[in-house]
């Protein structure tokens, strides 16, 4: 892991658990492939922008919004990916519940991405909301996500657990704290984490 590598296997390994892991590692290089080219979009004005605040339910919804919050920051096509995690944990494991076990059985199935927009689900959490302020405070830029979840025990997944490291997800928060997020704190029973990112733009001294 110090070397770079995210995703492997120890042998001997089962056939199903190395296409779980194959198949992760391509949808996940996709959408960072796919953020990272539409980061360019439509940026001007963004670096008079102070705070802000915004409000989300679906998996849809986070793509364009963790766009927005990157693209105010000093390297987008590198805190974005950062940002889109925890956009998308105050979903998926916040508001939705789903639990770690429960993820991994929809990656190794395939099912993941339709459980997560299946109207039956949504329609149960439909009126949770995942509530995100933004403020620039000097050189650095605060987001703070909360979601109306019970929380997870989020201690555990804050360094790169070799244990996880031939598992199909896990290692996302502690990714964002190695590669794009400056500071990670969370709060409570971890329904509610504030992070910090270099700004846009230094200020004139």
Not at 40 to 56: C, D, I, M, P, W
Not at 79 to 92: D, W, Y
Not at 149 to 169: M, Y
Request: negative net charge; aromatic residues 10%.
């Amino acid at each position: 892991m110090n070397s770079g590598a995210y995703y492997y296997l120890t042998k001997p390994f089962d056939d199903e658990i190395l296409s779980s892991i194959v198949r992760t590692a391509i949808e996940d290089k996709m959408c960072y492939d796919l953020l990272t080219m539409e980061l360019k979009e439509s940026v001007r004005g963004l670096t008079t922008l102070q705070s802000a605040h915004f409000e989300y339910r679906t998996i849809d919804e986070v793509n364009d919004l963790a766009k927005v919050l990157a693209n105010v920051c000093a390297q987008p096509d590198k805190v974005v990916t950062g940002i889109s995690e925890f956009l998308i944990n105050a979903v998926e494991h916040g508001n939705h519940n789903i639990r770690y076990d429960e993820k991994s059985r929809l990656i190794t199935h395939g099912e993941w991405k339709k459980e997560v927009k299946n109207p039956l689900k949504l329609s149960q959490y439909k009126d949770k909301k995942v509530r995100v302020t933004f403020t620039r405070e000097g050189q650095n830029n605060k987001i703070v996500i909360e979601d109306e979840g019970n929380g997870f025990d989020w201690q555990q997944f804050l360094e790169l657990d070799p244990k996880r490291a031939f598992e199909s997800h896990g290692r996302g928060i502690a990714m964002a704290k190695m590669l794009s997020i400056d500071e990670i704190n969370f709060q409570g029973c971890g329904n509610k984490v504030e992070i910090m990112i270099k700004a846009f733009f230094s200020e004139k001294k």
